[in-house]
């Protein structure tokens, strides 16, 4: 069974930092890219950042440059979000998911193979 576990969510005030964990499981961690993608009340679901296969590369949303670090630890088949300088307008739920695919080139163009439960980020000014 494919599952990928999101946490470390929480409510926060602006400026500060979370990191978020996805773990996974069920399927071979190493021939995916990992994308977090979030999506907030009312709104689209956006990209935020994706980490290729062997974690040297990673991908930013605009919004999130600067501020965010994706990172993964292919024996622990986990993918990290470290998310710093947080704005009330990040707040949304954070989904991470697998897609299999040699980079995250296109990103988030492309339809993951496997989503994640959310996780709930929510900042406060």
């Known amino acids: 069974e494919v599952q990928l576990q999101a946490s470390g969510g929480g409510l926060v005030q602006a400026g500060a930092s979370l990191r978020l964990a996805c773990a996974t499981s069920?399927?071979?961690?190493?021939?995916?890219?990992i994308g977090w993608f979030r999506q907030a009340p009312g709104k689209e679901r956006e990209g935020v950042s994706c980490i290729d296969r062997t974690g040297t590369s990673t991908t930013y949303g605009d919004h999130v440059k600067g501020r965010f670090t994706g990172s993964r630890d292919n024996a622990k088949n986990t993918v990290y979000l470290q998310m710093n300088g947080l704005k009330p307008e990040d707040t949304a739920v954070y989904y991470c998911?697998?897609?299999?695919?040699?980079?995250?080139?296109?990103?988030?163009?492309?339809?993951?193979?496997?989503w994640g439960q959310g996780t709930q980020v929510t900042v406060s000014s």
């Open positions: 069920g399927f071979f961690f190493d021939d995916y890219v």
């Open positions: 998911a697998a897609i299999r695919f040699t980079s995250c080139f296109g990103f988030p163009l492309y339809e993951p193979n496997y």
